[in-house]
């Protein structure tokens, strides 16, 4: 299917057609762990952002979601096992160092 040119506006008539959208405009959506919309970055846990060109077209659309879930076969978080697994990496770095040291 192609893309469709016109105008970017209503088809109804009587309803004003959109502002022209700034070159280089973002328009920002987040909505926090409830669903509702918010205004804080560090509230949302998904949202949208929408980049325009200088003709007033999308040029980018970007959508992110944060989630949290557990790894069930772990018995420990997340955090905890990745910080094991940094301190094994680097007792091996540090005996491999030793062996080629002597």
């Given at each position: 299917?192609?893309?469709v040119?016109?105008e970017r506006?209503?088809?109804?008539?009587?309803?004003?057609?959109p502002?022209?959208?700034?070159a280089g405009?973002?328009?920002v959506?987040?909505t926090?762990?409830?669903?509702s919309?918010?205004?804080?970055?560090?509230?949302?846990?998904?949202g949208?952002?929408?980049?325009?060109?200088?003709?007033?077209?999308?040029r980018?659309?970007?959508?992110?979601?944060?989630?949290?879930?557990e790894?069930?076969?772990l018995?420990?978080?997340?955090?905890?096992?990745?910080?094991?697994?940094?301190?094994?990496?680097?007792?091996?770095?540090?005996?491999?160092g030793?062996i080629?040291l002597?």
């Amino acid at each position: 299917m192609g893309r469709v040119k016109g105008e970017r506006g209503s088809r109804q008539s009587g309803l004003p057609a959109p502002a022209p959208v700034p070159a280089g405009a973002r328009a920002v959506s987040y909505t926090d762990a409830e669903g509702s919309p918010t205004d804080d970055p560090a509230a949302a846990v998904r949202g949208e952002m929408i980049e325009y060109d200088a003709g007033g077209e999308v040029r980018r659309r970007t959508r992110f979601f944060l989630s949290e879930d557990e790894i069930s076969w772990l018995p420990v978080s997340e955090a905890a096992f990745l910080l094991w697994v940094l301190v094994a990496l680097v007792l091996v770095w540090a005996v491999i160092g030793l062996i080629l040291l002597t």
